[in-house]
């Protein structure tokens, strides 16, 4: 009974371990969650109204020149920018987005897909390597940018994006991300990057009376690319806060679940000690009559 009790006691000790090790994974997460939290709410609002001033913009310059960028044309060739983590231990936050960007592979681009004409530009090292595992085309320039996130990494990664689509080597680019609500809530999102998606309603397109200074031409050519540098940094962002989220939330759920199994190993080491102390009783009972006999 010596040796049943030792390997409870063992598993005891290994679970309190383990239990330290989330609680300070948690606290960590929690701490970096404060400051990720910060930079996107304070990004959040700039981004979304630059966003729809940009497709303002390209709804009322139909023909323009400089709105290259907004061309629809037949797509041959895709390109899929996911957002992931650099690390794990962030319950399914991964996995999730990962499903996410095949789920859209498989029902939107499956034809180019079999055509081998889709690419993966992941930020992030466990998209990086679970798509470059799988056997997917995969741009492995941009996978570490959460190395010292800064807007002019970001920008570098959508620089190509929008350089390819413009020499035409891409057709079409998809944004995968997780948009961050909470700490225990994300939103998986897929959204079009390139081309530049117009305003469709066409109420707000009537009562939009920009008056462009300096002309048209100009400030679309300089304000697109900046608006789209933008738009990456806020799904950057945004992930790096989801992470972070998802990552306290799983440390917190994981320490809750270390409680209960010490409330049961301990129930169970009491249990063996109590067998263990009635059989020496026993034994000495038993010993004792002999003696006595």
């Not at 970096?32 to 630059?50: C, E, F, G, S, V």
């Not at 899929?80 to 987005?97: K, P």
């Not at 057709?171 to 117009?198: H, R, W």
């Not at 989220?245 to 199994?261: Q, V």
Request: charged content about 25%.
């Amino acid at each position: 009974m010596s040796g049943a009790l030792k390997e409870v006691r063992n598993r005891i000790k290994s679970v309190q371990s383990t239990q330290q090790i989330t609680k300070a994974m948690k606290m960590v997460s929690a701490a970096k969650l404060r400051r990720a939290q910060d930079a996107i709410t304070q990004m959040r609002p700039y981004a979304q109204k630059l966003q729809e001033m940009l497709a303002n913009i390209v709804s009322n310059s139909e023909g323009s020149a400089n709105t290259s960028l907004a061309t629809e044309r037949t797509i041959e060739k895709v390109l899929i920018i996911i957002v992931t983590s650099d690390r794990g231990l962030c319950g399914g936050y991964n996995s999730n987005l990962i499903k996410l960007a095949k789920q859209i592979i498989r029902e939107k681009y499956p034809v180019q897909y079999s055509k081998g004409n889709v690419k993966i530009l992941p930020i992030g090292k466990k998209g990086y390597e679970h798509f470059n595992k799988n056997s997917f085309k995969v741009i492995d320039k941009f996978w570490d940018i959460f190395t010292g996130l800064s807007f002019d990494k970001v920008q570098t990664a959508a620089q190509y994006a929008m350089e390819a689509f413009e020499a035409k080597e891409l057709d079409a680019v998809e944004l995968v991300y997780s948009e961050f609500k909470n700490a225990a809530t994300q939103v998986y999102i897929g959204e079009q990057f390139l081309p530049v998606k117009k305003n469709n309603n066409t109420t707000t397109q009537n009562k939009t009376g920009f008056i462009f200074e300096p002309g048209k031409e100009v400030l679309i050519a300089e304000l697109m690319p900046k608006i789209l540098n933008t738009q990456l940094f806020k799904a950057v962002l945004d992930g790096n806060a989801s992470e972070h989220g998802a990552r306290m939330t799983a440390m917190d759920k994981a320490s809750d679940n270390a409680n209960e199994l010490l409330k049961s190993l301990k129930i169970s080491y009491n249990r063996a000690r109590q067998a263990a102390i009635t059989t020496e009783l026993t034994e000495i009972v038993s010993g004792a009559a002999a003696l006595n006999g």
